[in-house]
């Protein structure tokens, strides 16, 4: 009489197993998509932050304030913000613009570049230093 080789995984189980894995995934993918777009919009709003110590700071030496390229040259030996910035520029999966530019006031703009996966919502800041947000959930 012949003995079965019971060593391995029936077809059956191989199935159950995928299934269980897929239904984990599902369950943990908009978790996962969630947490990504808090952090995305966090950032974006502390990059607006710095935008706006970089335009104050700007402001008290040259009396108006400046483009973000002007911001990230800086008067020569130091930068206003740190990196090559840009008007339109996209970090962090936003995109940061300058808006409403006058001697007196200015309106730095963070905007998802793609609504509703990068971020849901969009983000300004004036010479006031209040953050603003537009769109989405009321903020908490």
């Known amino acids: 009489m012949r003995r079965r080789n019971d060593s391995g995984f029936t077809l059956i189980e191989m ?3 995928a299934e269980i894995i897929s239904v984990l995934a599902a369950l943990a993918f908009p978790a996962l998509m969630r ?3 808090q952090t995305n919009e966090a950032v974006a709003v ?3 932050r710095t935008i706006c110590t970089a335009q104050i700071s700007f402001n008290t ?3 108006r304030y400046g483009e973000l390229e002007e911001l990230s040259a800086g008067d020569g030996a130091t930068p206003y913000l740190d990196g090559l910035w840009t008007q339109d520029i996209v970090r962090n999966e936003y995109t940061f613009s300058m808006t409403d530019m ?7 703009v963070a905007a998802p570049v793609t609504p509703g996966r990068s971020g849901v919502r969009s983000f300004s800041i004036s010479e006031s230093g209040e953050v603003r947000i537009e769109g989405g959930p009321a903020a908490g």
């Open 15 to 17: 199935m159950i197993v």
């Open 35 to 37: 947490q990504r777009i």
């Open 102 to 108: 006058t001697n007196d006031t200015f309106t730095a």
């Open 61 to 63: 030496v040259n009396l």
């Open 46 to 48: 502390e990059n607006l």
